[in-house]
T-cell receptor
Framework: DVKVTQSSRYLVKRTGEKVFLECVQD?????MFWYRQDPGLGLRLIYF???????EKGDIPEGYSVSREKKERFSLILESASTNQTSMYLC?????????????FGPGTRLLVL | DAKTTQPNSMESNEEEPVHLPCNHS???????IHWYRQLPSQGPEYVIH???SNVNNRMASLAIAEDRKSSTLILHRATLRDAAVYYC?????????????FGSGTKLNVKP
């Protein structure tokens, strides 16, 4: 079974702090994704990566950056956390079978920014 | 961009079949139809996908209308564990992952 793990289930940070969210997958998938999920807005894509050191902006990249130094690990960075970044963050991975790919999701990190 | 329309919520009795509808009237000829579900406090999980023909797997069946403007996810015997938010998603081939829209989904409530 594909396993996608996220470093924390719950996180509380203060405004202005730098926040790192880590995601690791164990299936050698090329593609990795970061989403945020908010009530009434569904899942929105922040960034995705299709290879090591490669990244593409999603729908809402402002205020976020990402890092992919190793194939299995994809990090989401909040350079200076703000209260409007309080959300559920979901990481996913997939093979590059365009259109037909299955995305495998982690359990999510619920981030609260005070 | 092709989007989907789903009812906000549905209710079912345990061990009865459930038909979850999805409208996608602006679907293009190459868009795949995917269904995911999200159980409480978990990340979404893949259920099924198809292009033109009906599809079956161990979790569910996917019935696709002949004109592809709508589809129905069928859970043959709902269990309490099937209570979740179900998302119908169109996925275009190619590497534009902005086209993987989850929307708000249908919240399925299963009554014992």
């Amino acid at each position: 079974d594909v396993k996608v793990t996220q470093s924390s289930r719950y996180l509380v940070k203060r405004t202005g702090e730098k926040v790192f969210l880590e995601c690791v997958q164990d299936m050698d998938h090329e593609n990795m994704f970061w989403y945020r999920q908010d009530p009434g807005l569904g899942l929105r894509l922040i960034y995705f990566s299709y290879d090591v050191k490669m990244k593409e902006k999603g729908d809402i990249p402002e205020g976020y950056s990402v890092s992919r130094e190793k194939k299995e690990r994809f990090s989401l960075i909040l350079e200076s956390a703000s209260t409007n970044q309080t959300s559920m963050y979901l990481c996913a991975s997939s093979l590059p079978t365009a259109g037909r790919e299955t995305q495998y999701f982690g359990p999510g990190t619920r981030l609260l920014v005070l | 961009d092709a989007k989907t329309t789903q009812p906000n919520s549905m209710e079912s009795n345990e061990e009865e079949p459930v038909h979850l509808p999805c409208n996608h009237s602006t679907i293009s000829g190459t868009d795949y139809i995917h269904w995911y579900r999200q159980l409480p406090s978990q990340g979404p999980e893949y259920v099924i996908h198809g292009l033109t023909s009906n599809v079956n797997n161990r979790m569910a069946s996917l019935a696709i209308a002949e004109d592809r403007k709508s589809s129905t996810l069928i859970l043959h015997r709902a269990t309490l564990r099937d209570a979740a938010v179900y998302y119908c998603i169109l996925r275009a081939p190619g590497y534009n992952f902005n086209k993987f829209y989850f929307g708000s989904g249908t919240k399925l409530n299963v009554k014992p």
